[in-house]
């Protein structure tokens, strides 16, 4: 007897589904106005040096506000003042002549700045003066907090198997709060940034489970159905973050805002029901029962009362070792696990690099920041939409590869397209995105059906550290235009295409059951010709094998 023969018992996709989705729709909201709050609070407003302790021999303060500037700050070439450097002594005679100072001795500003507070009240940038020679620090905050998100996948990858969905759950839930509102009120640079990297530790457990929690209770029918509506949170939370930042323009005010949600998410844990397949896989079968029934309930079907099934799924062989405790090196320990833990890597780093990357790159459509954030949010929307069709009708990884590929085309299209065709170039460089962004929706959902139950949560876990790798470098290749301008699109292209072409080595798991344990993965059959991998499933598979997985793995290494 398997787990989904139960689910369909007490239907596998009703209310008590969509209100599981409904119930982690709040946490799932937040996690983009996280991930991407340093868009707004790291940003540097223009700012020039403070003249405001300047003296020059008690002549300046005669003058009006206009010629102080004028006598104390270098110009740039289009005539605004320079960020970062002041006249070695004041030059009186810039007032009666139209020279632009340019050969005359600069120092680094002394006496602070002076910061354009129109479009932010304060910034990270605005708090410290993280400018200047300090730049790099505010783009720092991002790499930490994104370290810490790494941490917290490991971690909780591994809690969430050994411990459960829901309790983790709770607990993510929690060190989030705590440590966001925190951060709120950090009175140095360094403790900011140890708090931010607690929240994004905390924040990866909201990310991983409430993906595989609503996998976990969805049938085989449904499952990308339910996992596109719940990446759809994503999008609306990045497009209340563009919302949020607009209204709230102080950063200490801004985090406390997108942090409140989850004081909501609290309350509506008590809810949230554990996940039966984790429960019996752990031999805990009368606690499954339990949800089972409630269910059945919540979707009027007849209660699961057969005394023979619950016997039959009680006695059921989940695990190989009853007191055995699953970790990450169940994920290398056998020659098919480690084929899919190396193939998942590779397609989670580059699928991270390659949406980071072009979210970075892209230019925006001549608008305010706000409003450019809120549309690239919204075009995630038709993105996800059209993955849930594919994802339906050619499969998961033909829709993995098909995304990548086309990414990566875009990409290539794009470095050879004159830039006086901005228009076109525009459409493209958006397609793209919408691609990598349907590349990201699939690899969420095609990773929790490959994982079996048992290590699934660790496997999560591992991709997603893998993925925030990528995340971490893709700014790095975009500074290699220092070298060579196209040398980052072709990177990224690269990058982007050859993900697809390992993403087919991958099995299909379209209307195919999860696998339970590791013998499930270890004794299926495997077809390698033209990278095709298939479960056996009462069906015998006939298969030539080529060296086309070889070759490409080779390739790589």
């Given at each position: 007897?398997?787990?989904?023969t139960?689910?369909?018992?007490?239907?596998?996709?009703?209310?008590?589904?969509?209100?599981i989705?409904?119930?982690?729709?709040?946490?799932?909201?937040?996690?983009?106005?996280?991930?991407?709050l340093?868009?707004?609070?790291?940003a540097?407003?223009?700012?020039?040096?403070?003249?405001?302790?300047?003296?020059?021999?008690?002549?300046?303060?005669?003058?009006?506000?206009?010629?102080?500037?004028t006598?104390?700050?270098?110009?740039?070439?289009?005539g605004?003042?320079?960020?970062?450097?002041?006249?070695?002594?004041?030059q009186?005679?810039?007032?009666?002549?139209?020279?632009?100072?340019?050969?005359?001795?600069?120092?680094?500003?002394?006496?602070?700045?002076?910061?354009?507070?129109?479009?932010?009240?304060?910034?990270?940038?605005?708090?410290?003066?993280?400018?200047?020679?300090?730049?790099?620090?505010?783009?720092?905050?991002?790499?930490?907090?994104?370290?810490?998100?790494?941490?917290?996948?490991?971690?909780?990858?591994?809690?969430?198997?050994?411990?459960?969905?829901?309790?983790?759950?709770?607990?993510?839930?929690?060190l989030?709060i705590?440590?966001?509102?925190?951060?709120?009120?950090?009175?140095?640079?360094?403790?900011f940034?140890?708090?931010?990297?607690?929240?994004g530790?905390?924040?990866?457990g909201?990310?991983?489970?409430?993906?595989?929690?609503?996998i976990?209770?969805?049938?085989?029918?449904?499952?990308?159905?339910?996992?596109?509506?719940g990446?759809?949170a994503?999008?609306?939370?990045?497009?209340f973050?563009?919302?949020?930042?607009?209204l709230?323009?102080?950063?200490?005010?801004?985090?406390?805002?997108?942090?409140?949600?989850?004081?909501?998410a609290?309350?509506?844990?008590?809810?949230?029901?554990?996940?039966?397949?984790?429960?019996?896989?752990?031999?805990?079968?009368?606690?499954?029962?339990?949800?089972?029934n409630?269910?059945?309930?919540f979707?009027?079907?007849?209660?699961i009362?057969?005394?023979?099934?619950?016997?039959?799924?009680?006695?059921m062989?989940?695990?190989?070792?009853?007191?055995?405790?699953?970790?990450?090196?169940?994920?290398?320990?056998?020659?098919k696990?480690?084929q899919?833990?190396?193939?998942?890597?590779?397609?989670?780093?580059?699928?991270?690099t390659?949406?980071?990357?072009?979210?970075?790159?892209?230019?925006?459509?001549?608008?305010?920041?706000?409003?450019?954030h809120?549309?690239?949010?919204?075009?995630?929307?038709p993105?996800?939409?059209?993955?849930?069709?594919?994802?339906?009708?050619?499969?998961?990884?033909?829709?993995?590869?098909?995304t990548?590929?086309?990414?990566?085309?875009?990409?290539?299209?794009?470095?050879?397209m004159?830039?006086?065709?901005w228009?076109?170039?525009?459409?493209?460089?958006?397609?793209?995105?919408?691609?990598?962004?349907?590349?990201?929706?699939?690899?969420?959902?095609?990773?929790?059906?490959?994982?079996?139950?048992?290590?699934r949560?660790?496997?999560?876990?591992?991709?997603?550290?893998?993925?925030?790798?990528?995340?971490?470098?893709?700014?790095?290749?975009?500074?290699?235009e220092?070298?060579?301008?196209?040398?980052?699109?072709?990177?990224?292209?690269s990058?982007?295409?050859?993900?697809?072409?390992?993403?087919?080595?991958?099995?299909?798991?379209?209307?195919?059951?999860?696998?339970?344990?590791?013998?499930?993965?270890e004794?299926?059959?495997?077809?390698?010709?033209?990278g095709?991998?298939l479960?056996?499933?009462?069906?015998?598979?006939?298969?030539?094998?080529?060296?086309?997985a070889?070759?490409?793995?080779?390739?790589?290494?």
């Amino acid at each position: 007897m398997k787990f989904e023969t139960l689910l369909d018992e007490v239907d596998g996709f009703g209310p008590f589904q969509i209100l599981i989705l409904i119930l982690l729709c709040t946490p799932r909201i937040v996690l983009p106005c996280h991930f991407l709050l340093n868009i707004f609070i790291a940003a540097v407003p223009p700012h020039r040096c403070d003249i405001s302790t300047l003296d020059g021999g008690g002549l300046l303060q005669n003058l009006s506000l206009e010629q102080r500037l004028t006598v104390s700050l270098p110009v740039q070439d289009n005539g605004i003042p320079k960020s970062c450097e002041v006249f070695a002594e004041p030059q009186f005679q810039l007032l009666s002549n139209s020279s632009s100072g340019a050969h005359l001795p600069t120092v680094h500003c002394r006496s602070g700045w002076v910061y354009d507070n129109s479009t932010f009240t304060s910034t990270l940038a605005t708090e410290w003066d993280l400018v200047c020679d300090r730049k790099s620090l505010s783009k720092t905050t991002a790499t930490i907090f994104f370290a810490g998100v790494m941490a917290g996948a490991i971690a909780f990858g591994y809690l969430c198997d050994k411990y459960g969905r829901k309790n983790t759950l709770l607990a993510s839930y929690i060190l989030s709060i705590v440590f966001g509102f925190c951060s709120a009120f950090a009175n140095s640079y360094i403790l900011f940034t140890v708090l931010r990297f607690c929240t994004g530790f905390g924040l990866a457990g909201i990310s991983l489970i409430s993906v595989v929690l609503s996998i976990e209770w969805s049938d085989v029918g449904h499952r990308a159905l339910i996992g596109v509506m719940g990446s759809l949170a994503w999008c609306v939370g990045n497009m209340f973050l563009a919302g949020f930042a607009f209204l709230v323009t102080d950063w200490r005010m801004l985090i406390m805002t997108v942090t409140c949600p989850l004081g909501f998410a609290v309350l509506t844990w008590w809810w949230i029901p554990e996940s039966a397949r984790w429960l019996l896989a752990n031999s805990r079968a009368k606690e499954a029962q339990t949800y089972l029934n409630k269910c059945a309930t919540f979707n009027k079907k007849p209660l699961i009362s057969s005394k023979y099934k619950w016997e039959m799924l009680s006695n059921m062989k989940i695990k190989d070792n009853q007191e055995k405790n699953y970790s990450f090196i169940d994920l290398v320990k056998t020659p098919k696990m480690r084929q899919l833990t190396l193939l998942t890597g590779i397609i989670w780093y580059r699928v991270a690099t390659t949406y980071y990357g072009i979210s970075l790159n892209i230019t925006g459509f001549g608008l305010n920041m706000y409003l450019t954030h809120f549309i690239y949010a919204a075009i995630e929307f038709p993105a996800k939409l059209m993955a849930y069709f594919f994802l339906n009708k050619i499969g998961r990884r033909k829709c993995q590869a098909g995304t990548l590929l086309l990414t990566g085309t875009c990409i290539f299209i794009n470095i050879f397209m004159p830039k006086d065709l901005w228009h076109v170039r525009s459409v493209i460089a958006t397609l793209g995105k919408g691609l990598s962004e349907a590349a990201f929706t699939t690899v969420f959902l095609y990773t929790t059906e490959i994982y079996p139950t048992v290590v699934r949560q660790n496997g999560v876990g591992y991709t997603s550290f893998v993925g925030r790798l990528g995340v971490a470098v893709a700014p790095l290749i975009l500074l290699l235009e220092d070298v060579w301008t196209l040398l980052p699109q072709i990177i990224l292209s690269s990058v982007a295409i050859f993900s697809g072409l390992v993403s087919l080595l991958l099995p299909e798991t379209l209307n195919v059951r999860l696998p339970e344990t590791i013998d499930d993965i270890e004794k299926s059959s495997l077809c390698h010709e033209f990278g095709i991998v298939l479960y056996q499933s009462n069906v015998h598979v006939t298969c030539t094998c080529t060296r086309l997985a070889i070759t490409l793995v080779s390739l790589h290494l």
